[in-house]
């Protein structure tokens, strides 16, 4: 089973720093798909990025960037110039491609508080 | 814009109530998950359903059942409630299809509903 690891609790920066928030995943596959979910105090989670594996390329969503090492299955999340509406609960998230469903697995989340 | 709405907010329940927590999307999706939240475990599955009238048992779906008589409403039973079931559960939809096929996989998700059992 893949299992996901998000091995910062809590972090805390200064607004306009960049931040950068650890996950690594254990597979045994090849194909899947990567994620990075926030949920904002009181709100709801929202999609922020996303990463193919097949794909070299670390994704980029203007202030947001990933890191996907596949061999060493890490799959970081960096934000640049921090906001204060960047503060919430980031969850990082393991899908496997196959026919139905698509399940995902999710980290434990890391506690993300930009300070003014 | 895709709307996931969970019918109660807050919830305060005795133990071995039967509890029924509601969810509704608006978008035709045809695949919805049931999660829990606990701090420190992050989200985990309990029950999905890829189409009318079918369920799957996620990681977690002990003292757990489902419904799912109509595309748009997924309904999460707890049928005799417990203490350890205090928890925000949260309901997420997501078209259905390969993630292969070009769809982003990404999964709306409700307010969630905040339950403590007493």
């Known amino acids: 089973a893949q299992t996901v690891t998000q091995s910062q609790p809590e972090m805390s920066v200064q607004e306009a720093e960049t931040v950068t928030l650890s996950c690594t995943y254990d597979t045994s596959e090849s194909n899947y798909y990567l994620f990075w979910y926030k949920q904002p105090p009181s709100r709801q989670m929202i999609l922020v990025i996303r990463q193919e594996a097949y794909k070299q390329q670390n994704a980029t969503e203007n202030r947001f960037s990933v890191n996907f090492q596949k061999a060493a299955k890490s799959f970081s999340l960096k934000i640049s110039d921090s906001q204060l509406g960047d503060t919430a609960m980031y969850f990082c998230a393991f899908m496997k491609p196959y026919q139905g469903a698509q399940k995902l697995v999710f980290g434990q989340g890391t506690r993300l508080t930009i300070n003014p | ?118």
């Open chain 2, 1 to 118: 814009d895709v709307k996931v709405t969970q019918s109660s907010r807050y919830l305060v329940k005795r133990t071995g109530e039967k509890v029924f927590l509601e969810c509704v999307q608006d978008m035709d999706h045809e695949n919805m998950f049931w999660y829990r939240q606990d701090p420190g475990l992050g989200l985990r599955l309990i029950y999905f359903s890829y189409d009318v009238k079918m369920k799957e048992k996620g990681d977690i779906p002990e003292g757990y059942s489902v419904s799912r008589e109509k595309k748009e409403r997924f309904s999460l039973i707890l049928e005799s409630a417990s203490t350890n079931q205090t928890s925000m559960y949260l309901c997420a939809s997501r078209m259905g299809g390969f993630a292969s096929t070009g769809l982003t996989g990404e999964l709306f998700f409700g307010e969630g509903s905040r339950l403590t059992v007493l």
